[in-house]
């Protein structure tokens, strides 16, 4: 039975307003690093480890999240874990040392990762069939455009230093969106509770963690420290560990007990080709802004403030056309993701071919059609995602979809951004290694911008096999049908 069309819109508030919250605290810290060096005296790897952590803790909790949510209760789960997310934000906040911030931020993480894994549930649960290509397209065109302004906004905090807060502001203004957040769900989401004592899956909450810690952390890092045999090895470990986890769930499954993972998930071909599909664009999504924002900064020298200000017609075009997103699903279906990976491999084919010029490179009106471009592929493809992957779900199957697709976007972007800055790494040391000493200005930017138009080609070749791949799709899904799920 649908709840009453308020209290779905109440709980779609509460969703968009947590995920916003928490899609901006992926990038928002970017800008600050800076700032908080100085202040604690943060050194470079824990300044890494100040960005990384809460990705990493929030990657690994999303399937533990989602099995939590479905044992306990999705509000139980969401009202708790918005909660500590505040407390954490508040900590960080307020923390003197490195270790300190590091610590909440792994906090924020795991109890981010909670609230998240609850979203796309509560979603899929509180509006009818017909309405999940607008309401999801709300909710893709909040996750995206929050983490494409977070550097921008950070920006803003950092500058304004409100009560002289300065770079702890990007932290406490999740007190207020948070405390938002919880009232709303806490208000609207139902207190009913499973029914039934249900088996708690330890091995499983652990053996799921283990394993996507030891594939995300040395991605992650390898960007920055190179691959090691340590990171190898860990990597070899993570695919060892999770096939432990797949045949512990199918065994736990056979017994008639709530798995973590639902395997028969994966053997809809909408669900299996929607999280290829989600791998692909978010990991090339992810390295695309790596890339411009190291050659922006690094290579033209230009402001934090600036290279927010120059990579806002992306969020434009990714809002305006998740917008328009149910229209254009209503006549396109499926065949809207092929056409956001082509999209955004113009996009980034037009980008580059204004690199070759100074002039060019530098020029936001030139920049800005081939962003808005990209950020409408990002819009169209990110909008209709979600519809497409919990289409072939039921009650029993959309709790635990609804931590692998966060999962799957955030593994994406961990293996995104290693493949794109070993690539673009490279680049670098070999054209810095032929620069002519004392190079300023244009000659001295060119390392970085001719390793970022490489990494641009070969990410556009990806996204075009991608949009073929695409095409395998049907080209007409239906949401999950309405079912009597406590949210």
């Known amino acids: 039975m649908q709840p009453p069309r308020r209290t779905a819109r109440r709980r779609l508030a509460a969703c968009l307003l947590a995920v916003f919250m928490l899609m901006i605290d992926v990038t928002i810290v970017n800008v600050a690093l800076p700032s908080i060096a100085t202040d604690i005296a943060a050194g470079s790897s824990a300044q890494s480890l100040i960005v990384s ?3 990493l803790a929030f990657a ?17 789960v969401f009202v708790s874990g918005m909660s500590v997310f505040v407390a954490a934000s508040i900590l960080c906040g307020a923390a003197d040392s490195p270790a300190l911030l590091i610590s909440a931020r792994v906090l924020q993480g795991i109890a981010g990762g909670m609230v998240s894994a609850q979203t796309v549930a509560i979603i899929a649960t509180s509006f009818p069939r017909e309405r999940h290509s607008v309401v999801f397209a709300l909710y893709g065109a909040t996750a995206g455009g929050a983490a ?23 932290f406490l203004v999740n007190a207020p969106l948070g405390v938002g957040a919880m009232v709303i769900a806490a208000a609207s989401l139902s207190r009913e ?17 283990l394993g996507l810690i030891l594939l995300i952390y040395p991605l992650a890092h390898s960007y920055e420290h190179g691959w090691s045999i340590a990171g190898t090895s860990a990597v070899l470990a993570s695919l060892a560990v999770l096939a432990l986890f797949v045949l512990h769930e199918r065994r736990w499954s056979r017994a008639g007990r709530n798995p973590m993972l639902r395997l028969d998930l994966f053997r809809q071909r909408t669900f299996a080709l929607g999280c290829a599909l989600s791998v692909l664009m978010f990991g090339s999504f992810t390295g695309f802004f790596f890339t411009v924002s190291l050659s922006l900064q690094f290579g033209l020298e230009l402001s934090p403030m600036r290279t927010g200000v120059i990579t806002l017609p992306f969020a434009v075009g990714a809002a305006v056309f998740s917008v328009l997103s149910p229209t254009l699903f209503a006549r396109l279906g499926t065949r809207m993701l092929p056409l956001g990976f ?20 530098r020029s936001l009106a030139l920049l800005a059609p081939p962003l808005f471009v990209g950020g409408a592929g990002i819009g169209v493809f990110v909008a209709p995602l979600q519809t497409t992957i919990v289409s072939g779900t039921d009650d029993t199957t959309v709790g635990s979809a609804s931590g692998l697709i966060p999962t799957v976007q955030q593994v994406g972007q961990a293996v995104g951004i290693a493949l794109v800055g070993l690539l673009f790494f490279q680049q670098l040391s070999a054209l810095s290694d032929a620069l002519p000493p004392d190079s300023t200005g244009w000659v001295a930017a060119q390392p970085y911008i001719v390793a970022q138009r490489h990494v641009f080609f070969v990410l556009s070749a990806v996204v075009a096999c991608a949009a073929v791949l695409a095409l395998a799709l049907p080209k007409r899904v239906t949401g999950p049908p309405p079912v009597p799920v406590p949210v």
């Open 53 to 55: 952590s809460y990705t």
């Open 60 to 76: 690994c909790t999303l399937l533990t999240g989602a099995w939590l949510g479905g044992i306990v209760g999705r509000r139980t």
């Open 148 to 170: 494409i302004l977070g550097p921008s906004i950070g920006g803003i905090l950092v500058s304004l230093d409100m009560f002289g807060w300065g770079w702890r502001s990007v």
């Open 193 to 209: 509770k499973p029914a039934g004592v249900q088996h708690l899956d330890v091995l499983g909450v652990v053996l799921s963690t």
């Open 342 to 361: 082509v999209l955004f491999g113009v996009s980034m084919m037009c980008f580059a071919a204004l690199t070759y010029r100074e002039d060019t490179a």
